[in-house]
């Protein structure tokens, strides 16, 4: 790629990719939106649909069909924050997140883990007026009654940000139904200063290792994101010793 001066340099190029997520991002809209929000205790399955316009054609529409998996959400902390979410941040940072630990203890935000199932994925290329084919897909896709079925329009590069997209407004409408279905199971319970489904997980990471001594080497990188290890390391190296 070139412009007027030339050669693109690496900052024109970072320029152009920026400007072309954000573009996606703002050209992206969810025609429709699953009906039923994503499991709280249990893994989620979306079925996604998104319509685009070619870029270089007239009148020439892809729908791509696929299927996003939506691991259970997990609660995450304020030592979460330091051992896995702030490098490269600066000193400042850390010490944010050092006053969280001490003033904010009650402060609980959910991860959700993605995973697109490209296995499942497909596309077609059809003629026609992009509004009409959306209703079209939008009507379909209704029939089937599915209710975690989406359509979205899109851009057709780069379309995985649209998916992105797509991803974030789905969190945003689920996560204060799995905050409530939560608090109803007393899972925010602070015990000890860590929420009582973070003790649950734990020992359930404690039973599976017990079992299979695969599993004892991620539960002790668990229990050191939490900022837990301290807490459980008597426990843990008992593990070793009985196998």
Known sequence: MTSRDGPATKKDMSEIKSDNFWYAVNNTEIVLMPKSHLETFGTTNLHYHMVSE?????????????????????????????????????????????????????????????????????EQVVSGNVKEIIEQVKKQITEKKDPMAAVIYGVDDPWDVCLLKFMVDVIRNSAPHNFNELGRRNLLEDVNGTPRAVREEIERGFLVASRDKAMVAPLGNKLRKYGLFEEYEDRFFSLFRKK
């Not at 010490?95 to 959700?112: E, P």
Request: aromatic share 10%; charged share 30%; net charge negative.
């Open 54 to 122: 070619l870029m270089d054609t007239v009148d020439r529409i892809r729908i791509r069909e696929g299927a996003i998996q939506s691991q259970r959400p997990q609660i995450i902390t304020p030592d979460y924050y330091s051992s896995e979410m702030l490098e490269g941040f600066g000193n400042e940072a850390n010490q944010y997140v050092d006053w969280l630990r001490n003033h904010a203890k009650d402060l609980r935000i959910l991860q959700y883990g993605f995973k697109i199932q490209k296995t499942e994925s497909s």
